[in-house]
């Protein structure tokens, strides 16, 4: 069974940091494309970022550009988002999500997390 | 960046009725186009992709259609579970976009 756990949420003040991880299992991590989408409260979907599955190719939303960096780590079947300089409006709860098919990747998400909350505020 | 634009905001309908919703993009799509289901509290599901393909385990009662820029989802009887948020999303380009969602409720 595909399991998507993400962690590494939490309350952070406007300028903070955060990383947050999803730890991946019961697929063949290393061939999928992944990606992180967000949530603000009461708001509907927002895809922030991608990343292919050997990191070769990497794509952000402007709203993160610059202050995010999705990584991976294919090893330990685990995907990273590092955020920095937080501001208020990406509160959220952020999921990260697989791609619908291993290899050439058709950008669906196809499997998702049961997400992770994000709060900034001071 | 491609805006989709999702149509109604809310429905109420009553079980075993038919529903129809609408996603309609700023510009061509073409055929990559998914929807996702999101129940209250939870994560969203793929349901649709490649606009008319249904995903694993998903009931014959969902149906997608459309391509270039209108699209719809049908829900041909609806039943309890089937409350929710919808959300069309395509991937024509980057960045990756979804339309602000249906909410369907039962009346």
């Known amino acids: 069974e595909v399991q998507l756990v993400e962690s590494g949420g939490g309350l952070v003040r406007p300028g903070g940091s955060l990383r947050l991880s999803c730890a991946a299992s019961g697929f063949t991590f290393s061939t999928y494309s992944m990606n992180w989408v967000r949530q603000a409260p009461g708001k509907g979907l927002e895809w922030i970022s991608y990343i292919s599955s050997g990191s070769t190719s990497i794509f952000y939303a402007d709203s993160v550009k610059g202050r995010f960096t999705i990584s991976r780590d294919n090893a330990k079947n685990s995907l990273f988002l590092h955020m920095n300089n937080l501001r208020d409006d990406d509160t959220a709860v952020y999921y990260c999500?697989?791609?619908?098919?291993?290899?050439?990747?058709?950008?669906?998400?196809?499997?998702w997390g049961q997400g992770t909350r994000v709060e900034v505020s001071s | 960046e491609i805006v989709l634009t999702q149509s109604p905001a809310t429905l109420s309908v009553s079980p075993g009725e038919s529903v129809t919703l609408s996603c309609r993009a700023s510009?061509?799509?073409?055929?990559?186009l998914a929807w996702y289901q999101q129940k209250p509290g939870q994560a969203p599901r793929l349901i649709i992709h490649e606009a008319s393909i249904r995903a694993t385990g998903i009931p014959a009662r969902f149906t997608g259609g459309g391509s270039g820029t209108d699209f719809t989802l049908t829900i041909g009887s609806l039943e309890p579970e089937d409350v929710g948020v919808y959300y069309c999303q395509h991937r024509g380009d980057w960045p990756l976009t979804f339309g602000g969602g249906t909410k369907v409720e039962i009346k």
């Open positions: 510009q061509s799509v073409h055929n990559f």
């Open positions: 999500a697989s791609d619908r098919r291993s290899g050439w990747p058709d950008n669906f998400f196809g499997s």
